[in-house]
């Protein structure tokens, strides 16, 4: 007779399993009160399946219904009237009443400050008369700091501009010129730029280890604190590379403390985010009742209950007002992604996994009985949503989306089967074959293909036959995903049985140890950020489209979302991440008003 072995932080226990192990695991931790700690409790078998019970969402229904989510009026029209006043600004802006730099600081700002959103067509027309003048003309006589800043604000906009900019910082033997070493300002701004370098782009991969040396020893002998700061903060998470809302938060808390900070662009900046942090809360509500009537976390016991964590990742992919429907939708999705992700990797057997992708593939209602319970109850979560969120993006395009839809579900659980069958062989692939798996199993495809639909539902057909020109863009933001997740769950999916990672791949190909490993995954997010960079630059040059944002920003909330396993066993400080991003609002001082 097999056992069953419970391992939680506190102790372990052998028990006999029985025809419901669902009730047989809850009832011992209950009995010991895992649940209510909320520790993360794993039970597995000692010769294949598993079941997993997962710490309990901390945020339940009432709290989420009970969010604060008024915005008053007055506060909506000194938003408009402000937005007024710094449009004239801008305009002088672009009038060539300022220098290059100070024109592309301004940008710099209100983009940091999470506004850039509201002035796309101004900061549109000021790049491209930036790009109008020619570079070596204006390029000899400015700054370390103005160039790469230049560099940085026009690539991640898309300009097909060069790296050449960092030979002019260069002595004739190759080396970086000896007084850019004490140049703060500089080098902090040569280490973001460099970020955005792809892959061939030498000079800028050699700017990065300049940068990054140079800082480090600067940083030793700063004492200026928001210098220090600001270094700290780089070193953490490039510029580049942060979820908009967090670096939003963050960057007004900076500028607040700036003496020469504008104002005006201040305030704009703090209503602004309450604003939309409003509209989150009502977003949330709306998708916690259907979560609530959907009913899955409560018929499912073993699956995770994290429907604020897909808020927090649609928000993360686009926040911006006009994306209501799509943050809706894409957390609908993501949460039954949760769901039917926890049943192939913990609970379901083999053959009932490949009856249940079959049946999806084929999208055939008359099989469902050939399934268990839950199985049943997941594929009409899944059915009624696909259908619901087909007809209504129809309704804007005329035709039926279904077929794309069930097409990316069904190569999702393709790729999920793959991984159970690992699992259940004990066995680990080699690495490229693993990655060319689970940059599917990973979910970003399904969760962009949603999202580009739905941004797109007001446009006809030839839109649905643009998708497969964004397939690389999708794949690599989805390989950048999946790496982060990997280096973040590795140790808790060994525990729970699962025998492939990126890193236990890496470390048995090459009989290395996990450092190594660790170090040579960074290595490929890197490489994945430089390409994925390429492909959005190449994109933007040949399409016009919104969404070619939203696979940068999966990236993003995949590093902001697995500094530690902010999906699968939130702590603290994923806590702080949600509540900063959506729960709390930035506090308003009276003196702010009057600058109005």
């Not at 739905?454 to 497969?468: A, F, T």
Request: proline letters at 2%; aromatic letters at 10%; a negative charge.
């Amino acid at each position: 007779m097999a056992l069953y072995r419970l391992v939680s932080p506190q102790s372990f226990f052998l028990v006999k399993p029985n025809r419901n192990i669902k009730q047989n695991v809850e009832a011992i931790c209950r009995q010991n009160r895992l649940i209510c700690s909320g520790a993360k409790t794993k039970v597995s078998k000692t010769h294949s399946d598993l079941v997993a019970i997962y710490q309990p969402t901390i945020w339940t229904r009432d709290f989420i219904q009970g969010l604060d989510d008024n915005f008053p009026i007055n506060l909506k029209e000194k938003v408009r009237e402000l937005e007024k006043k710094v449009t004239v600004m801008n305009v002088d802006f672009e009038n060539g009443s300022f220098s290059m730099l100070e024109v592309l600081e301004h940008i710099d700002d209100i983009e940091r400050l999470g506004l850039g959103y509201r002035f796309q067509n101004h900061i549109k027309r000021a790049l491209d008369i930036i790009t109008s003048i020619d570079e070596i003309s204006v390029g000899h006589e400015d700054s370390l700091h103005e160039a790469s800043l230049r560099f940085r604000i026009l690539r991640q906009h898309g300009y097909d501009v060069s790296e050449d900019f960092v030979r002019r910082f260069k002595e004739s033997h190759g080396g970086f010129i000896g007084s850019l070493k004490t140049d703060v300002k500089g080098l902090l701004s040569l280490y973001e730029a460099s970020y955005l370098g792809f892959m061939e782009e030498s000079d800028l991969h050699e700017a990065l280890l300049f940068a990054r040396e140079h800082l480090l020893k600067l940083k030793c002998q700063e004492n200026d604190a928001p210098v220090l700061q600001h270094i700290n903060r780089a070193f953490k998470v490039p510029l580049y590379h942060r979820m908009l809302r967090e670096q939003a938060r963050s960057y007004i808390d900076a500028y607040n403390k700036q003496k020469d900070a504008n104002l005006l662009l201040l305030e704009l900046a703090k209503l602004d985010y309450n604003m939309i942090q409003a509209s989150f809360k009502t977003e949330l509500k709306e998708v916690s009742k259907w979560w609530e009537n959907m009913g899955l976390a409560h018929k499912l016991r073993f699956v995770r209950d994290r429907l604020m964590e897909c808020f927090f990742c649609a928000v993360g992919i686009g926040f911006e007002p006009i994306y209501h429907s799509c943050r809706v939708w894409i957390t609908k999705v993501y949460a039954l992604v949760t769901v039917i992700d926890d049943i192939y990797d913990v609970y379901g057997s083999l053959d009932e996994l490949e009856i249940f992708m079959d049946v999806v593939k084929r999208w055939d209602t008359n099989a469902v009985e050939q399934m268990p319970e839950y199985l049943q109850l997941a594929f009409g979560a899944l059915y009624n949503t696909i259908t619901e969120m087909s007809s209504y993006t129809s309704i804007g395009q005329k035709e039926d989306i279904t077929p794309i839809l069930v097409k990316v579900w069904g190569e999702l659980f393709e790729a999920f089967l793959v991984e159970a069958r690992w699992t259940h062989h004990k066995h680990i692939p080699i690495l490229e074959v693993y990655l060319d798996n689970v940059w599917r199993s990973v979910s970003g495809v399904v969760l962009l293909t949603h999202g580009y639909l739905i941004i797109n539902k007001g446009i006809k057909k030839d839109v649905v036959d643009s998708l497969d020109k964004y397939q690389d863009l999708m794949k690599l933001s989805s390989m950048v995903f999946r790496l982060y997740n990997d280096l973040a769950t590795s140790s808790d999916e060994i525990e729970q049985g699962k025998t492939a990672n990126a890193i236990t791949c890496f470390m048995h190909e090459n009989d290395v140890c996990e450092e190594l490993a660790r170090e040579h995954i960074n290595k490929l997010i890197e490489e994945a950020w430089r390409k994925l960079i390429k492909e959005y630059v190449a994109c933007t040059q040949e399409l016009a489209n919104p969404f070619i944002d939203m696979p940068i920003n999966l990236a993003r909330i995949s590093l902001c979302s697995y500094y530690g396993d902010g999906h699968g066993a939130p702590d603290a400080r994923a806590k702080d991440k949600v509540s900063s991003v959506i729960i709390e609002p930035i506090t308003m001082s009276e003196k702010e008003h009057s600058y109005t």
